[in-house]
């Protein structure tokens, strides 16, 4: 391969290994202010990595060892008196059994930053810590490296389809694996073990058919009836399976905007991917060059500009206040952003060249939205930064 993020033999394995979160900000913050800090996120982003570097001084248990679990699991005081505080547990919906008992350590010790834990479901490990580590822990959500990080650490890569087709997983750029080997395996692992734990799956070639119509559906508003049909499953199952992929933050649904603008407004999700390397894999691309002519070119790159708003909002620790907005007649906002009482306004652009057309539906709603000018975007696929006076500014996709 030509492009540069595959020439890595220049960047030593240390450089990566430390390539800087900017999530290590809020964490840190947290750590001084929670007795614990619960960092949840899909498998391979990072969580351990970032732990391990962050905070030296922690010991580091990892729930997937089978004799670590099982002492956990069938003596839980003794586990906590060997590991009473600044413990990594990682992979904690391995044991939740041991939470209700972290709870009573806790409120005993009463100290800051005395545990993080770690998990890769959503689902299962909200559910038991909502039962016992309510108000005890603060809660962040990690996912593969944003295009702030990759920049910072000079990994960017050169193209937007090499942007598309790499993606952002961690071990990609440590490893220098091409993302063609990466993903499959990648989706083959995440089959096997988390969809298996979430749900009793046992048709798993029928998952992974309909793991790949949801990418051939990425960036479009969710029709779970069409989508069961194609798949050839119930819709009961479709919902169930979806709800898999979203508490496994494989994908991501992005609301539409609760309020209406004197429109009838859709009321259905978008469906987006946390990862595109992760979508292109899925959708059968080999090389970075046939995106360039794919019919699906714009699509990836609205679900990669997605994605990085979202990394932006979570990485600092604020909840996920992304929607879309779209009317009956067909006008749409790509992205609306509510950010401390006011409300930014994006589109989003596959195109190199600037356009003020692309500015079109945003004059149409934000007078009405109340939308101020200087908080109004395109995300488009240019080189430049720029912003102008009449509409808005244009932010290209390195820059995000």
């Not at 970032?50 to 030296?56: C, G, H, I, Y």
């Not at 070639?205 to 479009?220: E, H, I, M, P």
């Not at 102008?388 to 390195?398: D, F, H, M, V």
Request: with cysteine.
């Amino acid at each position: 391969m030509s492009y540069r993020v595959y020439n890595l033999h220049k960047i030593c394995y240390h450089h990566i290994m430390i390539l800087e979160r900017t999530i290590k900000t809020k964490l840190t913050q947290l750590l001084n202010s929670f007795p614990v800090v619960t960092l949840t996120g899909c498998r391979q982003c990072g969580k351990s990595t970032l732990l391990k570097n962050l905070l030296p001084d922690y010991t580091y248990i990892s729930l997937e060892d089978l004799d670590i679990r099982q002492i956990a699991k069938e003596d839980p005081r003794h586990f906590i008196s060997l590991y009473p505080q600044k413990v990594i547990l990682d992979e904690i919906q391995q044991a939740p059994e041991l939470l209700s008992y972290l709870q009573t350590h806790i409120d005993s010790i009463n100290e800051s930053g005395m545990y993080v834990l770690t998990g890769s479901q959503n689902f299962l490990l909200m559910q038991s810590i909502s039962q016992t580590l309510a108000g005890r822990t603060a809660l962040l959500t990690l996912a593969p490296f944003s295009v702030e990080e990759l920049r910072n650490a000079e990994l960017l890569p050169d193209t937007t389809n090499e942007m598309l087709f790499t993606g952002s997983f961690p071990r990609i750029y440590d490893k220098h694996i091409e993302p063609s080997d990466f993903y499959p395996s990648y989706i083959k692992t995440y089959i096997e073990r988390d969809v298996r734990m979430l749900r009793n799956i046992t048709d798993y070639s029928a998952f992974t058919r309909f793991l790949k119509l949801c990418a051939g559906r990425c960036s479009q508003i969710l029709n779970i009836t069409a989508l069961s049909e194609d798949a050839g499953i119930t819709r009961k199952t479709a919902e169930a399976w979806l709800s898999v992929l979203e508490t496994s933050y494989i994908i991501y649904m992005l609301k539409p905007y609760y309020k209406n603008f004197g429109k009838r407004i859709i009321k259905n999700p978008k469906l987006y991917f946390y990862d595109t390397g992760l979508v292109c894999s899925l959708l059968g691309l080999t090389n970075p060059q046939q995106i360039e002519t794919f019919y699906m070119r714009g699509a990836l790159f609205e679900n990669f500009a997605v994605s990085e708003l979202v990394k932006k909002r979570i990485f600092q620790g604020k909840s996920d206040e992304l929607y879309f907005w779209r009317d009956s007649n067909g006008v749409e906002i790509d992205v609306i952003e509510e950010d401390a009482m006011e409300l930014k306004a994006y589109e989003i652009k596959a195109s190199e060249t600037m356009n003020t057309a692309f500015f079109s539906n945003i004059k149409k709603v934000k007078e009405i939205a109340g939308i101020k000018s200087e908080n109004t975007a395109v995300i488009y696929s240019g080189k430049s930064l720029k912003a102008t006076k009449e509409n808005g500014a244009y932010i290209c996709w390195k820059e995000l």
